[in-house]
């Protein structure tokens, strides 16, 4: 009787072990294999429709500057003596001659908008790789070394965020001239400390877990242990920086061409499109408001972008 009593509950748990592997079998089932990374990070960006369209709109502006020369009707310094501030109107030939109109010395509005948007990019690329290389790796040494060396560079970091973003750059300019490539300079950096402080915030975070402790422990030296231990984990901040970081550089550049210290004329430039344009502001509406609003879209686009990449990257912000 005791050796049936045995079999019995020997019967009972293999059946309940077999129901508990069904279930768990069913419930991966139901649930799906898991997500690639990629994918996921996808599903979680979309869900902010600002991000999206945001995206969007960059994508747009970039095959617009890429194949500007075949999208722009004119070149951008041409002259048309004939057609001085004209209105968007009709021409003769039953086609949008200058969609946009034109500026004070007749060159077409449309074309100088087109082609402003590949300085603007290039600008907001060249300043974000600038200030972003540089800016890893002070960060990294100021978070992983400490002591002088963080003392050192944050206190110059301190120095640099006490002054007025735009009055930095200006004085940066003044002392190495008007031009595209010394405004660029200063751009990056007026950005640089931002990049600084926080790469050391995420190298001082990642520098206590146990895996780099490991890594030391097995004798990774210095360089290893700060650029392929730490700052692969530190980068999804500085990434959402780096999108945030164009629409600084794009918005600073307009403003030193505002000022007459960025792109010189006849370089077709947001900024400087606005600066030659004040004093037709009454009476040739159009020469300051396309200008102006492609400046507004593209800053925000960025932004929005940005956004989304922080919701998307950030653990906390995931269900």
């Given amino acids: 009787m005791t050796d049936t009593y045995k079999n019995v509950d020997v019967a009972e748990a293999a059946a309940d072990h077999a129901a508990e592997v069904a279930e768990a079998h069913e419930a991966a089932t139901i649930a799906g294999t898991p997500k690639h990374p990629i994918a996921e990070f996808w599903e979680y960006f979309t869900e902010n429709k600002g991000a999206l369209a945001g995206l969007i709109f960059i994508v747009v502006l970039v095959l617009t500057a890429l194949f500007a020369p075949w999208i722009a009707p004119h ?20 086609t949008w001659r200058f969609p946009l109109g034109t500026d004070d010395v007749g060159r077409d509005i449309f074309s100088r908008i087109i082609w402003g948007s590949r300085l603007s990019l290039f600008v907001g690329v060249i300043v974000v790789t600038l200030s972003l290389g ?24 301190d120095i640099m965020l006490a002054i007025p973003s735009l009055l930095l750059a200006i004085a940066v300019v003044a002392i190495l001239g008007p031009g595209l ?36 422990i097995a004798g990774a030296s210095t360089s290893r242990l700060m650029f392929n231990t730490i700052l692969p984990n530190c980068m ?39 600066a030659d344009s004040l004093q037709f502001v009454q009476r040739a509406w159009w020469v300051v408001t396309f200008p102006g609003l492609a400046i ?23 269900r």
């Avoid at 310094?77 to 030939?93: C, F, H, K, N, T």
């Avoid at 400490?146 to 110059?156: C, I």
């Fill in 75 to 94: 070149s951008p310094i041409e002259q048309y003596r004939d057609a001085l501030l004209v209105p968007p109107a009709w021409s003769e030939g039953g």
């Fill in 134 to 157: 540089a800016g890893i790796v002070l960060g990294l040494m100021a978070g992983y070394m400490r002591g002088w060396v963080d003392v050192l560079v944050m206190r110059l970091m």
């Fill in 296 to 318: 507004l879209l593209t800053v925000l686009a960025f932004n929005l972008m940005g956004d989304g990449l922080r919701d998307a990257l950030d653990p906390k912000m995931k």
């Fill in 181 to 216: 490539e010394n405004a660029i300079i200063a751009i990056a950096i007026v950005v640089l400390p931002h990049y600084v402080r926080l790469t050391r915030a995420a190298v001082i975070t990642e520098s206590s877990k146990d895996y780099v402790t490991s890594s030391r």
């Fill in 236 to 274: 999804a901040p500085l990434i959402v920086q780096a999108t945030l970081g164009f629409s600084t550089a794009i918005l600073d550049a307009a403003a030193l061409g505002f000022l007459g210290l960025g792109a010189q004329p006849p370089t077709p430039e947001w900024g400087s499109m606005l």
